[in-house]
């Protein structure tokens, strides 16, 4: 008796399926079928939108934040550590790169030279002197403050958010030691980026309910430590600290709005936006004062 052979597998004709894609009706065997919300689709059809007219990304898992979920969740806080490092050995190779990067609001670096400084134009060093560290205790202490503290919150918010967060501390730090500071004090180190991180893990922490004192201990220590360093010798900027804690915590309720619902990512968007323009105020204000 003869029995009606099942199709081949459309990707791997030798093997025989009676299953079908509910998209585009082609044989799929077990290794390539992808399980659907009806039945199961063929890969290229789960690559085209999984069937519901949106974008891939649509449909992929999303963070606390709506951030997609990536196969490394911790790439950026990689990066970041790897961009910090190659500095550090370029500043060692030449050091007088740190004058050029370094935060200074305003300076002659040589006599009868010209006046030099974020208050003449050199806007940059706000972001540079971020990346810039000269003391090997310095970029191990911050570094491993970015992976303890960053590492998890780029899981909670993923990439580009988490990256929004960074930068933005960063830059709120920048601006504060602007504003406080003698123009002609140099100022360098990831530290007020990685406050900011802290700050945002404040917020997240509030948003998922978890238990607050253990949070709230590691800000009041690592506070307790901006003002009263160990050794008492180490010149601390605190400055770059309450202002990336702050800048933080700002930039944080806005990535993790509960309220926002469909609006989330133009809320996430306006509260960066707003907080780059307070940031830029400040900086402005003190140019004022300093020109």
């Not at 065997?29 to 789960?46: I, K, T, W």
């Not at 999303?62 to 990536?70: E, K, L, P, Q, Y």
């Not at 969740?73 to 060692?92: C, D, E, H, M, Y």
Request: positive net charge.
């Amino acid at each position: 008796m003869d029995t009606e052979r099942l199709p081949g597998c459309y990707r791997h004709p030798d093997r025989d399926t009676g299953i079908t894609c509910t998209r585009c009706e082609r044989p799929i065997c077990p290794e390539c079928m992808v399980s659907a919300s009806v039945g199961f689709q063929c890969p290229e059809c789960v690559r085209a939108g999984s069937g519901t007219g949106h974008r891939p990304a649509a449909n992929a898992p999303r963070t606390v934040a709506g951030g997609v979920v990536a196969a490394d969740p911790q790439l950026v806080t990689k990066i970041l550590i790897g961009i910090n490092a190659a500095v550090f050995l370029v500043t060692l190779a030449a050091p007088a790169v740190v004058v050029r990067l370094e935060l200074l609001g305003q300076y002659v670096e040589y006599l009868g030279g010209p006046v030099e400084g974020v208050s003449t134009g050199e806007y940059y060093r706000l972001l540079t002197s971020v990346f810039l560290h000269v003391e090997w205790w310095h970029i191990i202490g911050n570094m491993i403050g970015l992976w303890v503290i960053g590492g998890p919150l780029e899981v909670a918010l993923g990439r580009a958010r988490y990256l929004a967060v960074y930068l933005l501390s960063g830059l709120g730090g920048s601006a504060l030691v602007y504003l406080l500071t003698a123009p002609n004090t140099p100022t360098l180190g990831a530290s007020g980026a990685v406050f900011g991180l802290l700050g945002a893990t404040v917020v997240l922490a509030r948003r998922l309910r978890y238990e607050m004192r253990p949070v709230i201990v590691m800000v009041v220590l690592m506070l307790f430590l901006t003002f009263v360093p160990l050794g008492g010798s180490l010149n601390v900027s605190w400055q770059a600290h309450v202002g990336g804690l702050v800048t933080g915590a700002l930039v944080g309720m806005g990535m993790l709005q509960p309220a926002a619902g469909r609006n989330r990512t133009l809320v996430q968007a306006g509260t960066c936006v707003v907080v780059f323009l307070l940031v830029a105020a400040v900086i402005l204000v003190r140019t004022a004062e300093l020109t």
